[in-house]
């Protein structure tokens, strides 16, 4: 990962969901810490030995041809 630890904890932080704000937190960015570190280790578990992790972000997707039903 190239983004500096930091700056991602300090992005989180800023960045918390609207449940996640409601439920209140003295320090949230200890809060960001916690939930990437949970992120991190559900991703790195669920990936085959042989298997490369992607990151891609949402303008990296392919539109669909149809519409959603």
Do not use: F
């Not at 991190?40 to 085959?48: C, L, S, T, Y």
């Amino acid at each position: 990962m190239s983004e500096d630890p930091q700056d991602r904890v300090e992005s989180r932080a800023e960045h918390l969901l609207p449940e996640e704000r409601s439920a209140g937190s003295d320090d949230p960015h200890t809060q960001a810490d916690a939930i990437l570190t949970e992120s991190d280790i559900r991703e790195d578990r669920n990936v085959a030995p042989d298997t490369v992790l992607e990151r891609r972000t949402s303008d990296q997707t392919v539109t669909p041809n149809e519409p959603p039903d």
